[in-house]
């Protein structure tokens, strides 16, 4: 449909620069990779961009990178981390910030947001963000949930923190002014080829429908 929209995430490009937790390495794709992917994604009609978790990365290879195309993106920060062996700092994001891209909160520590008790909720979904924004001067109102998981009682708690927008790790396409907007994530083993046939061309009616469906269930459990 002519207001679907892309969203393309991404993590960690090249080599770390810090310990991964469990899992993680699977999202560090290499800087060829990445190229490729933004070379592919700016002929697409509409396509937002974002990364997660505030790799130093995002600074070193993906802002250069994003300029030489004329593209921007969303960079979603983890507030604990800033100036971490690694990690972005500071005044990292207040680069990015100042070179025109969007900066919003990954949370305080990068743990799941699901299930979370009132102090962990006001740090992760209040105290983080309010600590960024210090950061870069201006309201966050964007947040993208750790390790991509939520549920009806977070999206009701973060609407009522006056979030404006959402994003998740659901693989398929979002609705442009959609207030939760599900992202594919870029991971080691992705080519372009395949990526274009999963994002652009996008899957059958059937593995369409049971996509949509599993987000039904997160938003509604």
């Known amino acids: 449909m002519s207001d679907d929209v892309i969203n393309i995430c991404f993590h960690g490009i090249g080599t770390p620069q810090r310990d991964l937790e469990l899992g993680e390495d699977r999202y560090w794709i290499s800087v060829e990779l990445f190229h490729a992917v933004l070379d592919e994604v700016?002929?697409?009609?509409?396509?937002?961009?974002?990364?997660?978790?505030?790799?130093?990365?995002?600074?070193?290879?993906?802002?250069?990178?994003?300029?030489?195309?004329?593209?921007?993106?969303?960079?979603?920060?983890?507030?604990?981390?800033?100036?971490?062996?690694?990690?972005?700092?500071?005044?990292?994001?207040?680069?990015?910030?100042?070179?025109?891209?969007?900066?919003?909160?990954?949370?305080m520590w990068h743990r799941p947001w699901r299930g979370m008790d009132a102090e962990t909720s006001t740090e992760e979904l209040a105290t983080a963000r309010d600590r960024i924004a210090g950061v870069v001067g201006v309201p966050v109102d964007q947040a993208?949930?750790?390790?991509?998981?939520?549920?009806?009682?977070?999206?009701?708690?973060?609407?009522?923190?006056?979030?404006?927008?959402?994003?998740?790790?659901?693989?398929?396409?979002?609705?442009?002014?959609?207030?939760?907007?599900?992202?594919?994530?870029?991971?080691?083993e992705d080519t372009v080829d395949g990526l274009r046939a999963e994002a652009l061309v996008g899957p059958g009616a059937l593995t369409r429908l049971k996509l949509e469906a599993v987000g039904v269930v997160k938003r509604l459990r």
Not at 72 to 80: G, K, M, P, R, Y
Not at 145 to 158: A, T
Not at 174 to 180: H, R, Y
């Open 42 to 107: 700016r002929t697409w009609p509409s396509v937002r961009i974002s990364f997660d978790d505030g790799n130093a990365s995002d600074l070193e290879i993906g802002l250069p990178a994003l300029q030489e195309r004329g593209l921007t993106a969303d960079f979603f920060v983890i507030a604990a981390r800033f100036g971490k062996p690694g990690s972005l700092s500071e005044d990292d994001v207040r680069r990015l910030h100042g070179a025109g891209m969007t900066i919003g909160t990954h949370g």
């Open 144 to 188: 993208a949930c750790p390790l991509g998981r939520y549920d009806r009682e977070l999206l009701g708690k973060m609407r009522k923190l006056g979030y404006r927008r959402v994003f998740t790790s659901d693989r398929r396409r979002a609705q442009a002014g959609s207030w939760l907007q599900p992202r594919y994530s870029l991971r080691r």
